[in-house]
Every structure is written in C-alpha cells, then in structure tokens.
C-alpha cells in the first residue's frame, strides 16, 4: 500500500513516516502542494495524508482539484484546527477523515486502515490462491492453516502478486508498491526478494508459488 503523505513540519513527517513504513506501508513524503502534485503526476497511490495548512496553499485546494478531476483516493487530512466549520469545509471538498494534531499514531495507522476497508478500498478481504490464504486487515499469512511468517517486503510482495493471480505483474509495478521515491530498488533487489519469498513458500509446501515470465514480470499461480 503506497501512501503519500504531505506535512511541512519537518520532525512529525519523519516521525510519521517512519512509523507507517515500519508497520507495513509504502511512504513517499513531502512538505508542500507543489511537491504533492508533482508526486500525483508520476505515482498512483492507495491514499492520502494531507496537512490543511502547507506553506504554498490550504490543503483543502489539493483535495477539490483531486475531486474535481474525479480522484477517488482516500484521503485524511491532519489539521491543527479544531473547530467545527473547518473540518466541515474539508469534508465537504472531498475529504474522507480528519484527525487533529498532536494525535496518537497508532490512530492515525488505524484511521488509515479503516478509510482502506471501505467498499471499493484495497484492504479488508483475504485473498488466496492454492493453500495459500493472506488476510489484508490483519497482515497474516497462513499456509494450510499455519502461520507463515514473512519480513515486510516479502509480505508486501506477496499481497501485489495475490491481487493478480494468475496475471503477469510487471517489474515496473512492483517497484512502484515497494519503494517509494529516493528508496528505489537496486537492479536485483525484486528478483532477490522474489528468490526469498518462493523459498519460504516452497519451504512451508505451500500449493502456490511465483512464476518467472522472462521478459514480461512474474505471476502468482497455484500448481
């Protein structure tokens, strides 16, 4: 899940960033409208953390042009306003959440999950293929009905490949996911990863395993 989060305070977006990388989230981060839209021009991404008060604008304008151009991607704006009129004015841009600063982040990281569960969302259903069986809300992986644990870029990798089984992903798409900007991957650094997690699959007899296609990327099928 690639996030794109935009706070100008240096030390909370580090903070924040930081902490949704390492419970599983892909964080590209920035300070300002601009650097947003340049962001949104290159990369898609799986939701939005929005500040409202950025140095070159109202963050509100970023989610009325997103609205307005019919972005559905979730979005949930921090804000150190409190009042009533303010949050109203964002949601009814087109804002999804508010959460107001300081705020707990493990809140902000269940927020997060909760906008990603709503219908159409990315999270909230468990996908399988063979015995192979990865619950999306929970972040767990089972095979044959036993844990199977992974390091979070293997999880990461295994969720892109379950979202298209029997499909070629390409490598182009999984970079994307992976690795935000300014952490891109290595040249073998997919086809390393992709090496560990068909080990750990074939290790725990799982029924489905990750297909090389040369040239095009790789497919999750069950044998």
Same mark, same amino acid.
Request: charged content about 25%.
């Given at each position: 899940?690639?996030?794109?989060?935009?706070?100008?305070?240096?030390?909370?977006?580090?903070?924040?960033?930081?902490?949704?990388?390492?419970?599983?989230?892909?964080?590209?981060?920035?300070?300002?409208?601009?650097?947003?839209?340049?962001?949104?021009?290159?990369?898609?991404?799986?939701?939005?953390?929005?500040?409202?008060?950025l140095p070159d604008g109202d963050g509100v @304008?970023?989610?009325?042009?997103? /609205? !307005?151009?019919?972005?559905?991607?979730?979005? =949930?704006? #921090? %804000? +150190? &306003?409190?009042?009533?009129?303010?949050?109203?004015?964002?949601?009814?841009?087109?804002?999804?959440?508010?959460?107001?600063?300081?705020?707990?982040?493990?809140?902000?990281?269940?927020?997060?999950?909760?906008?990603?569960?709503?219908?159409?969302?990315?999270?909230?259903?468990?996908?399988?293929?063979?015995?192979? @069986?990865?619950?999306?809300?929970? /972040? !767990?992986?089972?095979?044959?009905?036993?844990? =199977?644990? #992974? %390091? +979070? &870029?293997?999880?990461?990798?295994?969720?892109?490949?379950?979202?298209?089984?029997?499909?070629?992903?390409?490598k182009a798409h999984i970079d994307s996911a992976?690795?935000?900007?300014?952490?891109?991957?290595?040249?073998?650094?997919?086809?390393?990863?992709?090496?560990?997690?068909?080990?750990?699959?074939?290790?725990?007899?799982?029924?489905?395993?990750?297909?090389?296609?040369?040239?095009?990327?790789?497919?999750?099928?069950?044998?």
């Amino acid at each position: 899940m690639r996030l794109l989060l935009v706070e100008d305070e240096r030390d909370l977006r580090t903070l924040t960033a930081d902490h949704l990388s390492r419970i599983g989230f892909t964080v590209d981060a920035c300070g300002s409208l601009a650097e947003a839209d340049d962001h949104i021009s290159t990369a898609e991404y799986d939701a939005l953390v929005l500040d409202r008060r950025l140095p070159d604008g109202d963050g509100v @304008s970023l989610v009325r042009r997103l /609205r !307005g151009s019919r972005r559905k991607v979730p979005i =949930l704006m #921090l %804000t +150190a &306003r409190s009042t009533l009129d303010d949050r109203i004015e964002g949601l009814d841009a087109g804002a999804d959440d508010y959460l107001v600063k300081p705020f707990d982040m493990g809140e902000l990281a269940a927020r997060l999950r909760a906008l990603l569960r709503r219908p159409g969302g990315i999270i909230g259903v468990v996908l399988e293929c063979g015995n192979l @069986s990865f619950d999306s809300a929970a /972040r !767990g992986v089972a095979v044959a009905g036993a844990p =199977l644990a #992974l %390091t +979070a &870029r293997e999880l990461a990798l295994l969720e892109v490949l379950l979202r298209k089984v029997d499909q070629v992903v390409t490598k182009a798409h999984i970079d994307s996911a992976l690795y935000g900007f300014g952490n891109e991957a290595t040249d073998n650094a997919v086809e390393a990863l992709v090496s560990r997690l068909r080990r750990k699959l074939a290790t725990a007899e799982a029924t489905a395993g990750i297909i090389t296609m040369r040239g095009l990327g790789y497919m999750m099928s069950a044998s």
